[in-house]
């Protein structure tokens, strides 16, 4: 088996969707499953989010707008936090490719 057979099978993928900070089920807990078109293994269950879901989640982005937080950061602080989050992609970028090829 390919290194990256082994890595694909070992990987716990996340399908709750995020929505305001926290991890959570799609309303009335429906799931789909997220299909790797390599070998027809399912991934995981995805959230099957709806209407009820999407609400929630413009609500949470209009609060996290309108509290300005981002809007105050000074340019360096911006530039601080998209440093920080381009490392946090090279530091994952094995596990975040192996993703990318599992779904593609």
């Given at each position: ?16 969707a ?61 530039k ?20 990318e090829?599992?779904?593609?």
């Amino acid at each position: 088996m390919a290194d990256w057979q082994d890595k694909a099978a070992s990987l716990e993928i996340e399908g709750r969707a995020f929505i305001d900070g926290a991890l959570r089920d799609a309303h009335g807990g429906r799931t789909f499953d997220c299909v790797s078109p390599i070998d027809g293994r399912v991934l995981t269950k995805v959230a099957d989010c709806g209407e009820a879901d999407v609400n929630a989640a413009v609500a949470a982005a209009r609060r996290a707008f309108d509290a300005g937080v981002w809007a105050g950061l000074n340019p360096r602080a911006r530039k601080a936090v998209l440093l920080r989050w381009a490392a946090l992609m090279r530091e994952h970028l094995d596990e975040l490719s192996l993703l990318e090829t599992l779904d593609a």
